[in-house]
């Protein structure tokens, strides 16, 4: 059964940092694509930041930046998404997710193309 625990979400003042932390287990620990996507309330999902576990490629969406960095662990099989400067339009559940495959050779960044996802963690950011 697969596994993905977020942690690390928290409230924070504008132009503060928080790191978020997913952990992955169960069978087979060999994601093609991990991701962080979050959700506002009355919005969409949205991809926030896709890293290529193998390659190590790494997308990032327009909002965030030069202030989100994304990384992984393998040897804790965990993966981080370090946000720095954060704004108050931040706020919103982020979720981890992870993918088995490539997609013409890369990792897409929609959320209906991962299956499988964690339970979320809460980011507020107050102005």
């Known amino acids: 059964q697969v596994q993905l625990v977020e942690s690390g979400g928290g409230s924070v003042q504008a132009g503060g940092s928080l790191r978020l932390s997913c952990a992955a287990s169960?069978?087979?620990?060999?994601?093609?694509?991990l991701g962080w996507f979050r959700q506002a309330p009355g919005k969409e999902r949205e991809g926030v930041s896709i890293?290529?576990?193998?390659?190590?490629?790494?997308t990032y969406a327009d909002s965030v930046k030069g202030r989100f960095t994304i990384s992984q662990d393998n040897a804790k099989n965990t993966v981080y998404l370090q946000m720095d400067s954060l704004k108050p339009e931040d706020t919103a559940m982020y979720y981890c997710a992870a993918r088995r495959d490539l997609r013409y050779g890369g990792c897409p960044t929609s959320p209906g193309s991962f299956g499988y996802w964690g339970q979320g963690t809460q980011v507020t950011v107050s102005s």
């Open positions: 890293l290529a576990t193998r390659g190590g490629g790494t």
């Open positions: 169960g069978y087979s620990l060999s994601y093609e694509c």
